[in-house]
């Protein structure tokens, strides 16, 4: 497999990428509309609510928290997740900016 070749580009380009990449699931987009509704929640609350199975449910939401979207506190047997506010602070402006910087120019 080659490499991807991240480091040619900026870490603002690197870090919205991770993020669009995050989010470009319907799972997730289902799971980070869950915790906004709920604002926190245990794993188990959040299987019941999908079509997926336990283990697919923790993939995602591992990829959100890598991502930096969530966050999650061990508490006993089960973690509790919530929207990391201070990283959705941060993403809402990354994709802002993206979005704001399209000023209408029609090339076609």
């Known amino acids: 497999m080659g490499l991807t070749k991240t480091e040619e580009f900026t870490k603002t ?5 991770s993020l ?3 989010i470009g699931h319907p799972a997730r987009i289902a ?16 299987v019941d609510e999908l079509p997926l199975s336990q ?3 923790s ?3 591992s990829e959100l928290k890598k991502a930096g979207l969530i966050k999650g506190e061990i508490d006993g047997p089960s973690v509790c997740y ?7 602070g941060k993403a809402k402006k990354v994709i802002g900016e993206l979005f704001d910087s399209y000023t209408g120019q029609n090339c076609c």
């Not at 799971?31 to 959040?46: E, N, P, R, Y």
Request: net charge neutral; charged share 20%; glycine share 2%.
């Open 13 to 17: 380009q690197n870090d919205l990428a």
């Open 82 to 88: 919530c929207i990391d506010e201070k990283a959705w």
């Open 31 to 46: 799971i980070l509309q869950f915790l906004i509704k709920t604002k926190s929640c245990v794993c188990g609350d959040i």
């Open 55 to 57: 283990s697919t449910v």
């Open 59 to 61: 993939q995602h939401l």
């Open 20 to 22: 669009a990449k995050a």
